[in-house]
């Protein structure tokens, strides 16, 4: 099993920064993916950030240009940085890891997720 523990989330005015990381921990083999998804109330859960093990990375239209997604592989921590935020951008934010074994023939993959923490971005 892998644990995933977010940190940095809280309350922000508009226009201000925010940063926040997740530390995997746990039976951890080769991780594929690392990111952070977000869930406003009575929307469905959406993908704000994710990068690969090859540091391939992909944004979500709504946060694009003013966020960062980066990684410490030899931490297991992926870490979110968005600057200029808005009220929209006020979520619970999950920390998401995708990971395979490669002793499985099959290659199956895995997906864990953190607990969630709320972001709530103010007027």
């Known amino acids: 099993q892998v644990q995933l523990v977010e940190s940095g989330g809280g309350l922000v005015q508009a226009g201000e920064s925010l940063s926040l990381s997740c530390a995997a921990s746990?039976?951890?083999?080769?991780?594929?993916?690392m990111g952070w998804y977000r869930q406003a109330p009575g929307k469905q859960r959406e993908l704000v950030a994710r990068i690969t093990s090859g540091g391939v990375t992909t944004y979500a239209d709504s946060v694009k240009g003013r966020t960062t997604i980066s990684r410490d592989n030899a931490k297991n921590t992926v870490y979110l940085q968005m600057s200029s935020l808005k009220p929209e951008d006020t979520a619970v934010y999950y920390c998401?890891?995708?990971?395979?074994?490669?002793?499985?023939?099959?290659?199956?993959?895995?997906?864990?997720w953190g607990q969630g923490t709320q972001v709530t971005v103010s007027l």
């Open positions: 746990g039976s951890i083999f080769s991780i594929d993916a």
């Open positions: 998401y890891l995708l990971e395979h074994n490669d002793d499985d023939p099959a290659g199956e993959e895995y997906d864990y």
